[in-house]
C-alpha cells in the first residue's frame, strides 16, 4: 500500500496540502527577510560610519547566529507563544548578520576617490548615499541578502516544530513515519525553493549598475506582495485548536485512526512534542496528543481523555536488544530484566514529573528509584567489553537508560556508552539494526505500528491486548530483525489525547468520544 | 579672488599644514608645488572644506568660506581629482550631469552644455553613452575636467589632475589643457609634485616644504632669483631645461628655437649668457 505508492503520487494527492505548506514557507522566509533588510541595512550603514561600533554589532550578530535553530524557536515560546511570530522573529535573527556584514563590507569597500569627488562636486552625505555608496555596494550587499535567504529556506523548514507550518511539516511528519514519499514531498520543494530565491536574487545582483536604482524601489514591493500570500493557522472565533506532532498527524494510531474511527473533526496545527505541553498549558492550544506516562502531564495540569473506542494499542516498555550482544555476553538478559515488573504507570509518571517539572537529573532519579528497591551496586571493575544503549529524546527514555546503565555496571563487567537523545522511533531502530547501539526501550504499540505497520487485515486480526502485542512484536522483531524483545518493565505509556483539566471538567469531556460530541455541536 | 591667511592643519597632533598664506587673483592659475606630505593636497582640500582648518581662514571674493555651507560652496567650485574619480556606475553624460542636477538645471541646458564640453575636450559625442571603464586613461581624466566645468564655476581646483597618466599622454593632455579657451579665464588651483608641469602651467608657484611655504612668486622668480638654498636645490635637476624655456630672445624661449633646430640663434642665446 503505502510503499507501493510513488512520489509523484503521494504529491499529487497531497496537492492541496504541499501548495498551502510552499505558500506559508515562502512567506515566513520573505517576510522574515523583509524584516532582517529593513534593520540590516541601515544598521550596516551606520557601522560603516561609525567604525568603532563594527565590532560590537557584527560581534552580537554573529552570536545570535551560532544559537542552534531549534533552541532560538525554543527560547522565542515563553515570549511569543506558537506560531508564525516566533518563528519569523527567529529566521529575523539569523538573516542580521549575513545582510549586516555585506552591507558594512559593500559601502567600506567602495573607493574613497569616488566618494572625495562625490563630496567635492557637493552632494550631500544623504545624496552620496543613495546615489553612489548604494549603488555601488548593491552587489556585495545582494549577496548577504541572497546568503540570509537560502540559509532561511533551510531553517523555516523547523517552523513546523512550533506550529507555523511550512514545508517542514511533511518533512518531519516523514522522517518520523519512516515515509520517505512525505520527507521528499517536504524536501525537494524546499530545496527547489532555496535554488529558485537563489536565482532570482542572483538575476537582480546582476542587473546593470544603472537599473539598480529602480531596483531599490521595485524589491521591497515585490517581497511585500509576495508575502501578502501569507495566511497562518490559528485560533479562530472560539473554537477549538488541537496541536499535534508530525508523528501523530500521520500515524494510524494518532490523527488519522481519530478522524477514521471517531470521526473528529478538529482544526490542526503541527507543532513539536518540546512545545506542545506548554502551549496547551498556556491555552494557545486546547487539543494535544501524549505520552500517558508523561510528567508533564502533572507538571501542566493535563487530563487525558479516556480512549472509549480503542484505537490505541497498548504501549508496554521493554528492551529490545541485539540477539548478538545478547549470545556473546549471556549475563546481559539476566540483568537487563531485574527492571521487568518493578515500573507500573504511575511509578513512571512520578519519575517523569521529577524530571521534567522539578528538574532533577535522569541519573538522580535513576539511582533514587534504584536504591530504594535494593538494586543499586557500586560498579564492578569493567573491561569485558561495551554495551551501547540508545534511548529517544524525552525524560523517560534517558531515566531508564541511566537505570539500566547503572544495572549493567552494577551486576556485570561490562561497561556502558549512553548514546541519548536520538531524535525518534526511527533513528533508534536503524541504530540498532545497523550495529551502532545495542538496545533501546521501546513501546510494544510503537514495535508494532511504526516499525511493523502491518496491513489493515493482519491490524485487525491482532487482539489490543498487553500480550497478544507484546508476543506479536517479538516474534516478527525476532524473526525479521534478529532482535529480541525482553520481559516488559511495567508501565504502559500509551497515546493520548490531553486536555486542561479545567477547560475538561467545564465542556464536561471525558473522552475522545465527549470530544467528538462537543465539536460537532458547536 | 582666493585668500589663504594663516592657515594651518594638525593630523595627530602633528602640524601638516602651517600658517600658510597667498593670494591668488582672477583667472590666474597657482601651483602648489612640492614633494607628496608636504601639505599641499591638505592647503587644497581646505579651500572647498573637504578638510577643515584648525587655525587661518579662506577667503573668496572677500567672503569667509568658513561661514558658508559646504555643499553649497562646493558646487560653485571645480573639482579635478588624480584617478579622475568618476562614478563606475554613472555613463560619461551622467557623470557630467552631477552639479548641473545638484543646481538644478533643466534636461535641455544640461544636455547642450554636455555637447558644448564634450566637443571642446575633443571627446567623441558617441563616449557620452559609455560607462567611465570603457575609456582610455586620458579619455578619462579629459571627462574629469568636463564634469568640474559643467557648471562653469568661477574656480577650478586640480589635485594632481595628470597624475595617473604616462609621460607622453600626460605631456599631451597638458598641452591641450593650457591652449583649452575654458581654462583661460578661470583661476586655477593645482597640485603637483611635478616641476615642469608646475613651470608650464603656473601663472605664479607657490613650493611647499614640510607644511610651510618656502617661497611663493612667477616661475622666473624661483628660477633666477631662489630665496633659499632649498629652493635652488628642489629645482636643481630640471635648471638646465627650464631655464632653456624661460630664457627669451626675439619673442621665442631658448627651447623653441632648440626643437625647430635653429641652432644659429641658439648659439646667440648661449653667448650672450656667457657674456
Known amino acids: 500500500m503505502e510503499e507501493s505508492q510513488s512520489l509523484g503520487q503521494f504529491m499529487v494527492q497531497q496537492s492541496g496540502k504541499l501548495f498551502s505548506q510552499t505558500l506559508t514557507h515562502i512567506s515566513l522566509t520573505l517576510l522574515s527577510m523583509v524584516f532582517a533588510i529593513a534593520i540590516a541595512v541601515p544598521l550596516g550603514i551606520w557601522i560603516a560610519r561609525r567604525r568603532r561600533f563594527s565590532g560590537p554589532v557584527l560581534g552580537f550578530a554573529g552570536i545570535l547566529q551560532t544559537i542552534p535553530s531549534i533552541a532560538l524557536l525554543g527560547i522565542m515560546i515563553p515570549f511569543l507563544g506558537i506560531g508564525p511570530k516566533p518563528a519569523i522573529l527567529a529566521l529575523f535573527l539569523y538573516a542580521l548578520l549575513p545582510v549586516i556584514r555585506n552591507t558594512y563590507t559593500g559601502i567600506t569597500g567602495v573607493d574613497p576617490v569616488v566618494v572625495d569627488a562625490a563630496k567635492g562636486m557637493g552632494m550631500s552625505n544623504w545624496q552620496i548615499l543613495i546615489k553612489v555608496e548604494l549603488p555601488l555596494a548593491f552587489p556585495v550587499l545582494m549577496a548577504g541578502i541572497r546568503t540570509a535567504t537560502v540559509i532561511n529556506v533551510g531553517v523555516a523548514t523547523l517552523a513546523a516544530y512550533i506550529a507555523a507550518g511550512g514545508l517542514g511539516e511533511f518533512i518531519f511528519g516523514g522522517i518520523a513515519l519512516n515515509n520517505s514519499n512525505m520527507i521528499l514531498a517536504g524536501a525537494i520543494p524546499a530545496a527547489l525553493l532555496a535554488v529558485m530565491l537563489d536565482f532570482l536574487l542572483s538575476r537582480v545582483q546582476q542587473l546593470s549598475l544603472k537599473r539598480v536604482r529602480m531596483v531599490y524601489l521595485i524589491l521591497p514591493f515585490l517581497f511585500v506582495l509576495l508575502c501578502s500570500f501569507y495566511f497562518l493557522p490559528s485560533k479562530i472565533g472560539g473554537r477549538m485548536l488541537a496541536g499535534f506532532t508530525p508523528e501523530f498527524m500521520g500515524r494510524q494510531d494518532g490523527y488519522i485512526g481519530l478522524k477514521e474511527v471517531y470521526k473528529l473533526k478538529i482544526e490542526t496545527v503541527v507543532i513539536s512534542d518540546a512545545v506542545k505541553y506548554k502551549a496547551a498549558y498556556e491555552g494557545k492550544l486546547d487539543v494535544i496528543d501524549g505520552y500517558s506516562t508523561d510528567g508533564r502531564l502533572k507538571a501542566f495540569d493535563l487530563v487525558t481523555l479516556k480512549d472509549d473506542q480503542h484505537i490505541f494499542p497498548p504501549y508496554y516498555a521493554a528492551p529490545v536488544v541485539r540477539q548478538a550482544v545478547l549470545k556473546k555476553y549471556p549475563e546481559l538478559e539476566m540483568v537487563l530484566n531485574k527492571l521487568s515488573g518493578l515500573l507500573n504507570d504511575e511509578e513512571m509518571t512520578r519519575l517523569n514529573y521529577d524530571v521534567d517539572k522539578l528538574k532533577q537529573s535522569p541519573e538522580k532519579v535513576a539511582s533514587d528509584f534504584l536504591s530504594a528497591h535494593h538494586l543499586l551496586q557500586p560498579a564492578l571493575p569493567g573491561g569485558k567489553g561495551i554495551i551501547r544503549i540508545g534511548s529517544k529524546v524525552f525524560g523517560e527514555q534517558y531515566i531508564l537508560a541511566q537505570m539500566y546503565k547503572m544495572l549493567i555496571r552494577g551486576y556485570s563487567h561490562l561497561d556502558v556508552e549512553t548514546k541519548t537523545g536520538l531524535g525518534g522511533t526511527q533513528i533508534c531502530f536503524d541504530a540498532l539494526k545497523n550495529d551502532q547501539i545495542d538496545l533501546y526501550p521501546e513501546y510494544t504499540g510503537t514495535g508494532l505500528l511504526v516499525i511493523l505497520h502491518p496491513s489493515p487485515s493482519v491490524l485487525n486480526g491482532i487482539p489490543k491486548d498487553k500480550d497478544a502485542v507484546f508476543n506479536y512484536v517479538k516474534k516478527e522483531f525476532n524473526h525479521q530483525f534478529n532482535l529480541t524483545w525482553l520481559k516488559p518493565i511495567g508501565f504502559n505509556n500509551s497515546y493520548a489525547l490531553m486536555m486542561r483539566r479545567k477547560q475538561a471538567a467545564n465542556l464536561n469531556i471525558k473522552s475522545i468520544t465527549d470530544l467528538v460530541h462537543h465539536l460537532n455541536e458547536n | ?275
Open chain 2, 1 to 275: 579672488m582666493i585668500k589663504v591667511e594663516n592657515l594651518s592643519k594638525k593630523f595627530d597632533g602633528k602640524l601638516a599644514v602651517d600658517q600658510i598664506s597667498f593670494e591668488v587673483g582672477v583667472g590666474e592659475t597657482m601651483v602648489l608645488l612640492g614633494t607628496s606630505g608636504c601639505g599641499k593636497t591638505t592647503t587644497l582640500r581646505m579651500i572647498n572644506r573637504l578638510i577643515e582648518p584648525d587655525g587661518g581662514s579662506v577667503y573668496i571674493d572677500q567672503e569667509n568660506v568658513g561661514g558658508q555651507q559646504p555643499e553649497l560652496l562646493r558646487r560653485r567650485i571645480g573639482y579635478v581629482l588624480q584617478n579622475h574619480g568618476l562614478f563606475p556606475h554613472y555613463t560619461v553624460l551622467e557623470n557630467m550631469s552631477v552639479v548641473p542636477k545638484l543646481l538644478e538645471w533643466d534636461k535641455e541646458k544640461i544636455r547642450n552644455r554636455s555637447m558644448e564640453l564634450l566637443d571642446k575636450l575633443k571627446l567623441d559625442s558617441t563616449l557620452g553613452k559609455q560607462y567611465p571603464s570603457a575609456l582610455s586613461g586620458g579619455q578619462q581624466q579629459r571627462v574629469g575636467l568636463a564634469r568640474a566645468l559643467m557648471a562653469d564655476p568661477p574656480i577650478l581646483l586640480m589635485d594632481e589632475p595628470f597624475g595617473a597618466l604616462d609621460n607622453i599622454t600626460r605631456a599631451d593632455i597638458r598641452r591641450e589643457f593650457t591652449e583649452l579657451d575654458e581654462l583661460a579665464k578661470k583661476t586655477i588651483i593645482l597640485v603637483t609634485h611635478d616641476i615642469q608641469e608646475a613651470f608650464e602651467m603656473g601663472d605664479k608657484i607657490c613650493l611647499m616644504d614640510k607644511g610651510k611655504v618656502m617661497q611663493y612668486g612667477t616661475p622666473e622668480e624661483l628660477l633666477f632669483k631662489p630665496q633659499s638654498a632649498f629652493v635652488a636645490s628642489f629645482l636643481k635637476e630640471h635648471k638646465l631645461l627650464l631655464e632653456l624655456k624661460f630664457l627669451k630672445m626675439g619673442g621665442h624661449t631658448a627651447w623653441e628655437l632648440l626643437e625647430q633646430l635653429e641652432l644659429g640663434k641658439l648659439k646667440e642665446i648661449l653667448f650672450t649668457l656667457e657674456g
